[in-house]
């Protein structure tokens, strides 16, 4: 469960950072409304991963996938332009988060 909880509060989380360009630095409600309400989902599943998953791993793993569905966001809905070095440094983030997963002693799995 605590991976199920994990991807519920990534995907909270990149709902509301996506939210907050359209948010328009809080002047519209309703996005505004949908980035408060997907913080707070995110750090609440975030703290029941935090039950059995290390801080630091979670963390990690949160992060490195948040950065990519980000961007990919931005990409696709905003027109964000990547370059190469952007790709191999996603690119670089996603092995990262894989060598966590797969090969730290860190993971309970």
Do not use: C
Not at 37 to 58: D, E, H, K, M, Q
Not at 63 to 71: A, C, E, L, P, Y
Not at 83 to 89: K, L, N, T
């Amino acid at each position: 469960m605590s991976y199920l909880y994990l991807l519920i509060a990534i995907t909270a989380e990149v709902v509301a950072t996506s939210a907050l360009k359209s948010a328009e630095g809080f002047t519209r409600l309703g996005p505004s409304l949908l980035v408060a309400a997907g913080y707070g989902i995110a750090f609440f599943f975030l703290s029941l991963t935090l039950r059995v998953l290390p801080v630091g791993i979670a963390y990690a793993i949160w992060s490195g996938v948040g950065i990519v569905m980000v961007t990919g966001i931005a990409w696709i809905y905003y027109g964000q332009h990547l370059d190469m070095p952007a790709m191999v440094g996603l690119g670089l983030i996603i092995a990262g988060v894989l060598v966590i997963n797969l090969l730290s002693r860190s993971v309970a799995h």
